[in-house]
């Protein structure tokens, strides 16, 4: 499964596991819910003149939807020679909740389903002929992500300090993720000038899933005296005797700091600059995409070449991003939004993004979205294509998000505001649409396409 990552690349997304927020997780929230109501009962925050104006006026609710669809011939989990079809759709609900004149709580739930002929070759043997081309019918070949995320914000009584709280929860089949952070913005200068800062804490955990060839070499496993080889005929160099370990430790712990500043320059330019820090430690490579060696025999079942082993990198990877936001009022129908940002890694990797948007207002309620995106990315020094790398490498990995590549993205967005302001109905009103599609293309042969749909009601 694929996403844009928080540096806006395109990169698959971990897989997931459980079910619900553990009860220690949810006592935790909640505490920390009471505990910043109480801090507001202590100080009610009311000017002198005993009038303020509201954060939020009312509840808004944004009910967000996707579809999206990819395809390609460099799969990871196959080694980076393999299909890389995949669907996925998803719905999210947000709502925003004003609690007093300062206070708002946001909470943000979202479920995502996909299929993918990628993860579905795991096991490509149960089902017929094996090929990496070919989808598989077993059970990785699709499921379900859940997420929660809970965001508490309070603003000082002269609105020139905001700071928040957020919790979040995701799991799937394979992967959990425990996230928390806070954030700080203070306005200068007459709200002219706005500097933020925030910090996250993700704590994650995965489920190890290696391919089916390899389980059998696991310690305890019957290696070529499993079912696997039993039924099915070896072709190639029929010694198959992979180099492979389970892996030890299976938690990955993120921690971020971002930083911007936002000032308006003039009546009709902004700008803004942008750092952000990452740090990762812990299991950074995935268990069920392979790997193979230019320097071992190849072996085969059917056309599917069997691992050498699975992708292993370092436990432990610095990011940086820079980058800088200008937008230009050209007059009350046409505003340019530009963006630039430049990211590097201790991995090797280094990136340049650039993207430009350009709304255009065509009538009082109607607004249009074109926008371009260009990213380009040197590869990390642990990749290489399908079968290039040598075993006598401490790291390696065939997974072409890692890769070499240019990619464009290409947008197009309608938006109406407005609609039934004046014609409520149980209190509720439609305040806005929000209806766009990109399309995505790699030189390395990468396509996706997505369709996104908002809707934001207001509720008296």
């Known amino acids: 499964m694929v996403a844009i990552n928080l540096f806006g690349r395109i990169i698959h997304m971990p897989h997931f596991f459980g079910k619900i927020m553990s009860r220690q997780n949810l006592i935790l929230f909640i505490g920390l819910f009471l505990f910043f109501g109480i801090c507001q009962a202590q100080n009610p925050g009311q000017n002198e003149e005993g009038y303020k104006k509201r954060v939020l006026e009312t509840a808004e609710i944004d009910l967000l939807s996707s579809y999206y669809s990819q395809d390609g011939n460099n799969a990871a989990v196959t080694g980076g020679l393999g299909t890389e079809e995949l669907t996925d759709i998803t719905g999210t609900l947000v709502i925003a909740v004003p609690l007093n ?16 002929a990628s993860s579905s070759n795991i096991n490509p043997f149960d089902d017929g002929f094996a090929d990496p081309f070919v989808a598989s019918s077993g059970a990785s070949s699709s499921d379900t992500w859940f997420n929660v995320t809970g ?19 995701s799991a799937e089949y394979d992967y959990t993720s425990l996230g928390f952070g806070g954030s ?8 002219n000038t706005e500097l933020g800062i925030s910090a996250n804490v993700f704590l994650d955990k995965w489920k190890a899933i290696y391919p089916y060839e390899l389980r059998p070499f696991a310690p305890g496993g019957r290696g070529l005296n499993d079912f696997l080889f039993l039924e099915n005929t070896i072709t190639g160099n029929p010694d198959y005797n992979p180099s492979f370990a389970v892996l ?32 990762q430690q812990g299991l950074l490579s995935t268990p069920f995409q392979r790997v193979y060696f230019s320097d071992i ?3 085969f079942i059917d056309n599917f070449h069997l691992a050498d082993d699975i992708e292993h990198l370092p436990d432990s990877r610095f990011k940086v991003a820079l980058g800088g936001r200008l937008n230009f009022f050209i007059n009350e129908y046409l505003v340019v939004r530009s963006y630039y940002r430049y990211y590097f890694d201790d991995w090797g990797i280094s990136s340049n993004t650039l993207n430009i948007e350009i709304p255009v207002k065509i009538a009082p309620k109607f607004t249009l979205y074109p926008s371009y995106r260009f990213y380009n990315q040197k590869a990390a020094d642990y990749f290489a294509p399908y079968e290039v790398h040598l075993s006598t490498s401490q790291f390696y990995t065939s997974d072409y998000d890692l890769s070499e590549y240019n990619a464009n993205q290409y947008g197009f967005g309608i938006n109406y505001t407005n609609i039934i302001s004046k014609q409520h109905k149980l209190k509720v009103g439609l305040k806005s649409i929000d209806l766009r599609y990109n399309y995505y293309e790699r030189n390395t042969g990468l396509t996706a396409g997505i369709i996104t749909a908002g809707f934001k009601f207001v509720v008296d």
Not at 252 to 277: C, E, H, P
């Open 101 to 116: 004149d300062d206070d708002v709580l946001t909470l943000d739930a979202g479920i995502s389903a996909y299929t993918s």
């Open 151 to 169: 965001n508490y914000s309070h603003s000082s009584d002269d609105r020139n300090s905001i700071w928040g709280a957020k919790l979040s929860f």
């Open 184 to 191: 700080y913005t203070r306005l200068f200068n007459e709200k």
């Open 248 to 279: 030890q430790d299976v938690n990955r712990n993120s921690y971020s700091l971002g930083v911007g500043l936002s000032q308006i320059l003039t009546k009709n330019i902004q700008g803004a600059l942008m750092t952000d820090f990452v740090l």
């Open 297 to 299: 025999a190849d072996s």
